[in-house]
């Protein structure tokens, strides 16, 4: 173990901790304050920025890093713009911290009720995109968290010109820079110490691919926040409408291919395959998607979907990939689903309002929609106004992750003076 990044990461880890600290004594107008502050401070160094940025570029295409990675570490004066924009919409966020709920009176006289609090110091490793180090700065700061950002290589000079305007913004209000730290190494031991730091870190959040969401579950020795694919399902069943099916189906998997949200099986009850699949087939012709299908979908289908073998149906392809099952009916869906899926997100069509109701118990799924596009499933379009991740675990947070879902609530007593007899 390299010694000299083990007492960095402690130094950084124990300076958030007492950063939080103080965090969890600011108020709300101090820390929109900050929040304000920043975004001003990344429109005027927006020049800066994009010098930084141009220095990973070139660094990326040096080391020849593919397009969908160069792509998301660009950065524009445009994006900047978004960053800025984000950060402020952050700021007029409702601030869950000290939200006091649940109150009612015991026979003893007393209070019990529940307040809203800061899980404390958060680490976050991520990948890729620089803007992930203004968001989840602004995130962490306002439900009152200190975070440790650990972007990737590939993006540690414009990570690193953000968190100045992170710091100097956190100066202006008066609060501790060290409430947002920016791992300064590319070690790769870093991330190895950070999740392990369960003296000062409370939770991790990973963002990026599977293989390191992987290492870091397997790794780490503090909670960690995550989920690790998105295996999506649309189930059509016999009593939906046509036109909803159509739509929300071809939505689901053509909107975009390379998110989390996306779907990746389709399933489609029996009595309604032969009616609905040659639409939808040419619809997803039109579009470029190969089919890959069951039995009974290549027999209605021809061949215009491949064969599906066992592994498609657990296969978040990320691409324009789509595996279709024909199934008996409500019950095989939503077996098929809890089986293969990934227990992200998964949408049943229908106007049956039993069987939509089923579905919403028996699927275990952090979202699941009745009469919806699987891609609605993030913190913004759910209202929560950004997100910094999406969980899959079935502990604390669950789904996409806003502010709430970086706090925690702990029980408070109000009383007069009782004693228990």
Same mark, same amino acid.
């Given at each position: +173990?390299?010694?000299e990044?083990?007492?960095?990461?402690?130094?950084?880890?124990?300076?958030?901790?007492?950063?939080? *600290?103080?965090?969890?004594?600011?108020?709300?107008?101090?820390?929109?304050?900050a929040?304000?502050?920043?975004?001003? &401070?990344?429109?005027? $160094?927006?020049?800066?920025?994009?010098?930084?940025?141009?220095? $990973?570029?070139?660094?990326?295409e040096?080391?020849?890093? $593919?397009?969908?990675?160069?792509?998301?570490?660009?950065?524009?004066?445009?994006?900047?713009? /978004?960053?800025?924009?984000?950060?402020?919409?952050? #700021?007029?966020?409702?601030?869950?911290?000290?939200? +006091?709920?649940?109150?009612?009176?015991?026979?003893?006289? =007393?209070?019990?009720?529940?307040?809203?609090?800061?899980?404390g110091?958060?680490? @976050?490793?991520?990948?890729s995109?620089?803007?992930?180090?203004?968001?989840?700065a602004?995130?962490?700061?306002k439900s009152?968290?200190?975070? @440790?950002?650990?972007?990737?290589?590939e993006?540690f000079?414009?990570?690193?010109? =953000?968190?100045?305007?992170?710091?100097?913004?956190?100066?202006?209000?008066?609060?501790?820079?060290?409430?947002? /730290?920016?791992?300064?190494?590319?070690?790769?031991?870093?991330?190895?110490?950070?999740?392990?730091?369960?003296? &000062?870190?409370?939770? @991790?959040?990973?963002?990026?691919?599977?293989?390191?969401?992987?290492?870091?579950?397997?790794?780490?020795?503090?909670?960690? =926040?995550?989920?690790?694919?998105?295996?999506? *399902?649309?189930?059509?069943?016999?009593? #939906?409408?046509?036109?909803?099916?159509?739509? @929300?189906?071809?939505?689901a998997?053509?909107?975009?291919?390379?998110?989390?949200?996306? +779907?990746?099986?389709?399933?489609v009850?029996?009595?309604?395959?032969? %009616?609905i699949?040659?639409e939808?087939?040419?619809?997803?012709?039109?579009?470029?998607?190969?089919?890959?299908?069951?039995?009974?979908?290549?027999? =209605?289908?021809?061949?215009?979907?491949?064969?599906?073998?066992?592994?498609?149906?657990s296969?978040?392809?990320?691409?324009?990939?789509?595996?279709?099952?024909?199934?008996k009916?409500l019950?095989?869906?939503?077996?098929?689903?809890?089986? %293969?899926?990934?227990?992200?997100?998964?949408?049943i069509?229908?106007? $049956? %309002?039993?069987?939509?109701?089923?579905f919403?118990?028996?699927?275990?799924?952090?979202?699941? +929609?009745?009469?919806?596009?699987?891609?609605?499933?993030?913190?913004?379009? %759910?209202g929560?106004?950004?997100?910094?991740?999406?969980?899959?675990?079935?502990?604390?947070?669950?789904g996409?992750?806003?502010?709430?879902?970086?706090?925690?609530?702990?029980?408070?007593?109000?009383?007069?003076?009782?004693?228990?007899?």
């Amino acid at each position: +173990m390299n010694i000299e990044i083990k007492e960095y990461m402690h130094r950084l880890g124990s300076a958030a901790r007492k950063a939080g *600290h103080a965090l969890a004594r600011a108020d709300t107008r101090q820390k929109n304050m900050a929040l304000n502050a920043i975004a001003s &401070f990344i429109e005027r $160094d927006v020049d800066a920025l994009l010098e930084a940025n141009a220095k $990973d570029l070139a660094a990326a295409e040096a080391a020849g890093l $593919d397009a969908a990675l160069t792509d998301r570490l660009r950065l524009t004066a445009a994006t900047v713009a /978004q960053m800025a924009e984000g950060v402020r919409q952050v #700021a007029a966020l409702p601030d869950p911290v000290g939200e +006091m709920s649940d109150f009612s009176y015991r026979p003893s006289g =007393i209070q019990v009720g529940k307040m809203r609090v800061p899980l404390g110091v958060i680490g @976050i490793i991520y990948e890729s995109r620089p803007n992930v180090t203004a968001d989840a700065a602004a995130l962490c700061l306002k439900s009152g968290n200190a975070t @440790i950002l650990r972007g990737g290589s590939e993006a540690f000079h414009s990570n690193q010109a =953000i968190a100045r305007c992170v710091h100097e913004g956190l100066r202006f209000a008066d609060l501790p820079p060290a409430a947002v /730290q920016v791992v300064e190494t590319t070690d790769r031991a870093a991330v190895g110490e950070l999740i392990t730091l369960s003296e &000062f870190v409370d939770v @991790i959040v990973p963002r990026g691919g599977k293989g390191l969401i992987e290492r870091i579950s397997r790794e780490a020795r503090v909670p960690v =926040i995550k989920h690790l694919d998105g295996n999506c *399902h649309v189930f059509i069943d016999d009593a #939906a409408n046509p036109d909803k099916a159509l739509a @929300i189906a071809v939505n689901a998997k053509t909107h975009r291919y390379g998110t989390c949200n996306t +779907m990746e099986t389709l399933l489609v009850h029996e009595a309604f395959a032969n %009616y609905i699949l040659p639409e939808l087939a040419e619809r997803f012709a039109a579009k470029g998607v190969e089919l890959r299908g069951c039995g009974r979908t290549r027999a =209605i289908l021809g061949d215009r979907v491949a064969e599906a073998g066992e592994e498609d149906w657990s296969t978040e392809y990320l691409a324009p990939i789509l595996a279709i099952r024909v199934v008996k009916g409500l019950d095989e869906a939503i077996a098929h689903i809890n089986h %293969y899926g990934s227990h992200h997100t998964d949408a049943i069509v229908t106007e $049956d %309002y039993s069987r939509a109701r089923r579905f919403l118990r028996e699927v275990d799924s952090s979202s699941v +929609m009745v009469n919806a596009s699987t891609r609605f499933a993030d913190g913004f379009e %759910y209202g929560l106004g950004a997100e910094i991740g999406i969980s899959t675990d079935k502990i604390h947070a669950r789904g996409p992750v806003g502010l709430k879902g970086l706090t925690s609530e702990k029980w408070v007593v109000l009383g007069e003076g009782q004693i228990r007899e």
